[in-house]
């Protein structure tokens, strides 16, 4: 991929900010996300702009360090505030599909592998580094949300 190609996928991320972080907010508030209701709507709006704004400068820079090392930040936040991993991978999910969305809306076809190929791959490499620093923190300590203890009783036999 050029970086003319990454660069006018960038611009194209910029146009469409406040359709894209309107739509995840939507979704967002549809599944009804305990955390982030409580939180509020405002709120809710900023995390998913400061995403938002790594993955465009992912997009810019062709570099995943920023974007990882805030996923990480924002496992350790959401743990600490009591946040369930589910609920903070759907905000990151939310927004991921609104992206999909207005790229396959708005972009010719020709240039949909592309945009989605960088969308998918930074933010798939954020939710991998939100994933994996929840589940280390939880592994330090007793975490509900991961206590899979259920899915074994009984198989002892």
Same mark, same amino acid.
């Given at each position: 991929?050029?970086?003319?190609?990454?660069?006018?996928?960038?611009?194209?991320?910029?146009?469409?900010?406040?359709?894209?972080?309107?739509?995840?907010?939507?979704?967002?508030?549809?599944?009804?996300?305990?955390?982030?209701?409580?939180?509020?709507?405002? +709120?809710?709006?900023?995390?998913?702009?400061?995403?938002?704004?790594?993955?465009?400068?992912?997009?810019?820079?062709?570099?995943?360090?920023?974007?990882?090392?805030?996923?990480?930040?924002?496992?350790?936040?959401?743990?600490?505030?009591?946040? !369930?991993?589910?609920?903070?991978?759907?905000?990151? +999910?939310?927004?991921?599909?609104?992206?999909?969305?207005?790229?396959?809306?708005?972009?010719?076809?020709?240039?949909?592998?592309?945009?989605?190929?960088?969308?998918?791959?930074?933010?798939?490499?954020?939710? !991998?580094?939100?994933?994996?620093?929840?589940?280390?923190?939880?592994?330090?300590?007793?975490?509900?949300?991961?206590?899979?203890?259920?899915?074994?009783?009984?198989?002892?036999?």
């Amino acid at each position: 991929m050029s970086a003319i190609h990454a660069n006018e996928t960038s611009e194209f991320l910029v146009h469409e900010r406040a359709a894209t972080i309107a739509a995840a907010e939507a979704a967002l508030a549809r599944i009804h996300a305990r955390h982030y209701e409580a939180a509020g709507p405002e +709120n809710a709006r900023e995390r998913l702009e400061a995403l938002y704004d790594r993955l465009i400068e992912a997009v810019d820079t062709r570099d995943l360090a920023s974007i990882v090392a805030y996923a990480r930040q924002v496992a350790r936040e959401r743990f600490e505030a009591g946040y !369930d991993l589910a609920e903070v991978q759907a905000a990151f +999910n939310a927004l991921e599909e609104a992206t999909w969305s207005r790229v396959l809306a708005d972009l010719p076809p020709q240039r949909f592998s592309e945009a989605l190929g960088l969308v998918t791959t930074i933010l798939g490499a954020a939710k !991998d580094a939100l994933g994996r620093e929840y589940v280390s923190l939880a592994t330090r300590r007793h975490a509900p949300s991961l206590d899979l203890s259920r899915l074994f009783m009984g198989a002892a036999g």
